[in-house]
Every structure is written in structure tokens, then in C-alpha cells.
Nanobody, 127 residues
């Protein structure tokens, strides 16, 4: 059973940076696709980016391209979300999730494709 733990959230000023980590505390992520989602107050959870642990192929939603980068470290069983040029609209609770199977653009942002979820880490972008 894969267990995911997010870390790295916090309060940052607009234009600042944060790096989120998603570590598997049990099980291996080697054959999973891992996604980052976020949920702003009063809004639905939305997919931000995802990565295939087997080959590193990744996807990012249009609004974060050029600002966010998703990467993986298989040896550490960890996925990262590096966020730059943060905006107040990026505020929310960020979750990572893992799903077994072939990752594609069709499933990357689909909450229902993922079976394992972390508890989330709060990101607040405010001056």
C-alpha cells in the first residue's frame, strides 16, 4: 500500500518560489504515475502536473507552464513540484496522488484515475 506524504508548503510573497515534495513512506512509486493537484478555498480540486515514474514523461496545465516544474527521484521515491513566480491565484492546498497504469494527458488531471492520496500541504501566496 503506497502512502504519500507532502511537504514544503508555506507562506510566500507574490513572485516567490517554493518546492513541494511528495515522498512515498511505504511501497515504491516506480510503476506509478504521480500527480500534483491543488484546491483553492471554495473551488474544486484541479490537476496541476503529473509525471510518469518509469520514464519521466510529464504534463503540466497551461496556467503553470514556464513557472512550475515537476520532477522525480526514483532512488528517493519522491516527486517534486518546483514553483516559481507564484501568484495569489496559486494559493491552495496541494495534494500529490499516485495511480497505477499508463499515464497520459487524458488521465493526468483526472482525480478518479489516482488511487493513493496524500494529506496535502498548504501554499499561501500573499503580500
Amino acid at each position: 500500500q503506497v502512502q504519500l506524504v507532502e511537504s514544503g508548503g508555506g507562506l510566500v510573497q507574490p513572485g516567490g518560489s517554493l518546492r513541494l515534495s511528495c515522498a512515498a513512506s511505504a511501497g515504491t512509486l516506480d510503476y506509478f504515475g504521480v500527480g500534483w493537484f491543488r484546491q483553492a478555498p471554495g473551488k474544486e480540486r484541479e490537476g496541476v502536473a503529473c509525471i510518469s515514474m518509469s520514464d519521466g514523461y510529464s504534463y503540466r496545465r497551461e496556467s503553470v507552464k514556464g513557472r512550475f516544474t515537476i520532477s522525480r527521484d526514483n532512488a528517493k521515491n519522491t516527486v517534486y513540484l518546483q514553483m516559481h513566480s507564484l501568484e495569489p491565484e496559486d494559493t491552495g492546498v496541494y495534494f500529490c496522488a499516485a495511480g497505477a497504469g499508463l499515464l497520459s494527458a487524458y488521465v493526468c488531471y483526472d482525480n478518479n484515475w489516482y488511487h493513493h492520496w496524500g494529506q496535502g500541504t498548504q501554499v499561501t501566496v500573499s503580500s
